[in-house]
Nanobody
Framework: QFPLVESGGGLVQPGGSLRLSCAAF????????IGWFRQAPGEEREGFSC???????YYADSVKGRFTISRDNPNNTVYLQMDSLKPEDTADYYC?????????????????WGQGTLVTVSS
């Protein structure tokens, strides 16, 4: 089993919402920054949001104001609430334990990955 397991993906219409979950197994999430990445077909994987151990957050401009990341430490889970979804949000979504969370957040800071969950935004 992957140490991180994403769930909550699926098919949603434009303007709709989904909540993704990232659950940890074998380690405690509250000791790590946790990031969300996505990879669209034919595109590189990109980091677009993360949350620090102190609860501070980062969002890329492409999702700012529409996505919200949060931690549920007692349940060892990080959530990503996605609202006002657009077709261009269609991608495989991954969470990762990261060594840094801030405006330079990216692939090079991810250390432990989940297996991904597919989000499709289409009418």
């Amino acid at each position: 089993q992957f140490p991180l397991v994403e769930s909550g993906g699926g098919l949603v219409q434009p303007g709709g919402s989904l909540r993704l979950s990232c659950a940890a197994f074998g380690f405690t999430l509250d000791k790590y920054a946790i990031g969300w990445f996505r990879q669209a077909p034919g595109e590189e994987r990109e980091g677009f949001s993360c949350i620090r151990t102190d609860g501070g957050t980062y969002y890329a401009d492409s999702v700012k104001g529409r996505f919200t990341i949060s931690r549920d430490n007692p349940n060892n889970t990080v959530y990503l609430q996605m609202d006002s979804l657009k077709p261009e949000d269609t991608a495989d979504y991954y969470c990762a334990a990261a060594t840094f969370c801030g405006s330079r957040f990216g692939l090079n800071y991810a250390e432990v990955w989940g297996q991904g969950t597919l989000v499709t935004v289409s009418s």
